[in-house]
């Protein structure tokens, strides 16, 4: 039995797998929510929408990545954030593109690459810049409409138009790719520090279940015995919940996600809030090996039975 120390985690395989994945992930879902906002979309609650639900796919990366460090895991959220900022923002550019290509070698007979080429001249001489940044600068020069709508049978239905231009179309957009990016980070920080279990080589992300609680004042006795190990006689200090009040002392277990290596013993002392709400504060973790844990929790129950 040993304190767990939250030490950082992180593979080479798997920093170079949340590299890949955070690239297509972030690529795919901006993609997806440009075709989607032609058929629904809201001022900043599009994109904020997207964002939470990017945060399901990215978090499966992450605990499949194994890469526990959360300002490696909050910056990867960051750059997922922004490829699907940019990916949104981008797939209206390259169609916008290739149709002006299309019809530049239909109606003029040219080759692609001179369309391509025109149509860069173009975006120069409006904003001195080409590319996609000549394509957001054009947007923002000749005013971006922005439409809260969704469509119904084929039909758009309107709610609201709001054209903006300049500066505060660049505004928008920052706004925009914020909520994008924040939701993604914030699962990022969250996971990556997430308790690991190193001797499984995965997560604590097992159901947490609670085996017993513990009169306050018996805490100081309870962390001693748990420094030195002494799993049998906090094995008789067991005390059912319903047998005592708030605040108290609880003692919770959880497993890795594979079921191998340690088990993780946490101990949280309740407190009542202003509200009279129960809140919990962890005040130390134990892994404790298989063969060690196995006769301290049957004692448990037994201690709890009688």
Do not use: C
């Not at 900022?85 to 070698?105: G, H």
């Not at 513990?214 to 100081?220: D, F």
């Amino acid at each position: 039995m040993k304190p767990y120390l939250a030490q950082n985690h992180v593979p080479l395989f798997g920093v170079i797998l949340l590299i890949i994945g955070s690239v297509i992930l972030g690529i795919a879902i901006g993609i997806a929510a440009h075709f989607v906002s032609t058929l629904i979309y809201f001022f900043f609650v599009f994109s904020l929408f997207i964002g939470l639900l990017s945060m399901i796919p990215f978090s499966k990366l992450l605990l499949f990545a194994k890469v526990r460090h959360p300002l490696i895991t909050t910056l990867m959220g960051l750059v997922t954030g922004l490829l699907i900022a940019i990916a949104f923002y981008a797939t209206p550019y390259f169609i916008l593109r290739q149709n002006f290509i299309r019809d530049a070698k239909q109606n003029y007979q040219v080759s692609t690459a001179r369309a391509s080429a025109a149509f860069d001249q173009i975006l120069m001489d409006e904003t001195n810049s080409s590319g996609l940044l000549g394509y957001m600068k054009f947007r923002a020069k000749e005013g971006d409409q922005f439409t809260n709508y969704w469509v119904i049978n084929g039909v758009p239905i309107h709610e609201s138009i709001l054209t903006m231009k300049s500066i505060w179309a660049w505004f928008y957009w920052l706004i925009e790719t914020l909520l994008f990016a924040l939701p993604v980070a914030w699962i990022g920080f969250d996971i990556g520090k997430m308790s690991f279990s190193k001797s499984a080589n995965d997560w604590y992300n097992a159901p947490i279940k609670q085996i017993f609680a513990i009169p306050p004042e018996n805490k100081e006795l309870l962390l001693t015995l748990l420094r030195d190990g002494n799993l049998q006689e906090i094995s008789e200090m067991a005390v059912s919940e319903e047998k005592i009040s708030h605040p108290m002392l609880e003692v919770y277990t959880q497993r890795s996600g594979n079921k191998k290596g340690d088990v993780l013993l946490s101990v949280k002392q309740t407190y009542l809030d202003s509200q009279e709400k129960i809140k919990r504060n962890v005040v130390g973790q134990w892994e404790v090996s298989e063969p060690n844990y196995l006769p301290f929790v049957n004692a448990v129950k037994h201690k709890l039975a009688e």
